[in-house]
């Protein structure tokens, strides 16, 4: 089993920046992915950012690239996601993810392990 805990949300001013971390435990040398996904009121979860937990490559939604980037620390067994230039359309529950694939890492369906989520909250 793996247990990731996500800390790191919060309210932030829109136009500021907010670091979310999300910290692994367990059977943490199963992962090969990890991700972000984020699920405002009423919507849908999506992908936001994964990334390659040995190799360190990254993956963005269109939505987010260029504002998010996703970065780990394998000593700290943590992965971060960095959001800056905050929209109010950011503001939703944050979650990790892990999975053992490497394919399909926008998908959720993908990812066998989650955190309980971190609330971010955008204020205008």
């Known amino acids: 089993q793996v247990q990731l805990v996500e800390s790191g949300g919060g309210l932030v001013q829109a136009g500021g920046s907010l670091r979310l971390a999300c910290a692994a435990s367990g059977r943490t040398f199963i992962i090969y992915t990890m991700g972000w996904f984020r699920q405002a009121p009423g919507k849908e979860r999506e992908f936001v950012a994964a990334i390659n937990y040995v190799a360190g490559t990254t993956y963005y939604a269109d939505s987010v690239k260029g504002r998010f980037t996703i970065s780990r620390d394998n000593a700290k067994k943590t992965v971060y996601l960095q959001i800056n230039s905050v929209k109010s359309e950011d503001a939703a529950v944050y979650y990790c993810?892990?999975?053992?694939?490497?394919?399909?890492?926008?998908?959720?369906?993908?990812?066998?392990?989650w955190g309980q989520g971190t609330q971010v909250t955008v204020s205008s």
């Open positions: 993810a892990a999975t053992s694939s490497g394919t399909d890492r926008t998908d959720q369906t993908t990812y066998g392990y």
